[in-house]
């Protein structure tokens, strides 16, 4: 069955510094991973997908993210943090392009000016 | 272009109640999946609707029941509403059948209060 672990359900950073956000996953087969970020009372925003193409991913804002099959993991960076990363980030993975999306907890970002 | 666009914003129910929500896809989107979010955890999915049928679903009773319309809008109906349903209700479209399309665009989502 497929899982997501983030480690680290909150993180605080300095603005201007880097930011690392951890993910591991389990999936019986090459998975679809996914970052997306929420901001308060809003929904979810697509950070960065890999998708079995490029095992390092660019996305939005500036973020990326390595695909380690060895390692199972996908964690999420940011050379420089800005006040406006502040938010909750899960990591995502699915099995296949229909399939469902499974969640990881959540990892809440802070940003300390 | 309009993106996944959900109603209502809110909503107070009282236990034992029955509930709709609604979502609208992103133009071009022929399948919608619903999620709970509850607070302070990660979106859990409840099912997947596609050519108006539901494809998959997830760990949910069957209080929990949906709808997809020819136009691909989607209802997910709760009925014998319980304290634990108050939740965010998240719903997201895709399109599996277009080529390179592998991710879902999510609505801003119905926050659901039961009291």
């Known amino acids: 069955a497929q899982s997501v672990t983030q480690l680290g359900s909150h993180v605080s950073v300095s603005e201007g510094a880097l930011v690392l956000l951890r993910c591991n996953y389990s999936?019986?087969?090459?998975?679809?991973l996914f970052w997306y970020v929420q901001y308060p009372n809003q929904g979810l925003q697509l950070l960065l997908k890999?998708?079995?193409?490029?095992?390092l991913v660019k996305g939005i804002n500036g973020f990326e993210a390595e695909f380690k099959k060895s390692e199972t993991s996908f964690h999420l960076t940011k050379p420089s943090a800005h006040m406006s990363d502040a938010a909750e980030y899960f990591c995502?993975?699915?099995?296949?392009?229909?399939?469902?999306?499974?969640f990881g907890p959540g990892t809440s970002l802070s940003v300390i000016p | 272009d309009a993106g996944v666009t959900q109603s209502p914003t809110h909503l107070i129910k009282t236990r034992g109640q029955q509930v709709t929500l609604r979502c609208s896809p992103k133009?071009?989107?022929?399948?919608v999946s619903w999620y709970q979010q509850a607070l302070g955890q990660g979106p859990q999915f409840i099912f997947q609707?596609?050519?108006?049928?539901?494809?998959q679903r997830g760990n949910f009773p069957d209080r929990f029941s949906g709808h997809q319309f020819p136009n691909y809008s989607s209802e997910l109906n709760v009925n014998a509403l319980l304290l634990g349903d108050s939740a965010l209700y998240l719903c997201?479209?895709?399109?599996?059948?277009?080529?390179?399309?592998?991710?879902?665009?999510f609505g801003p989502g119905t926050r659901l209060t039961v009291t």
């Open positions: 997201a479209s895709s399109s599996p059948s277009r080529k390179g399309s592998y991710e879902q665009y």
């Open positions: 999936s019986s087969v090459p998975p679809y």
């Open positions: 890999y998708t079995s193409a490029a095992t």
């Open positions: 995502a993975v699915s099995d296949t392009s229909y399939d469902k999306v499974i």
């Open positions: 133009s071009g989107h022929d399948t």
């Open positions: 609707y596609y050519e108006e049928e539901e494809r």
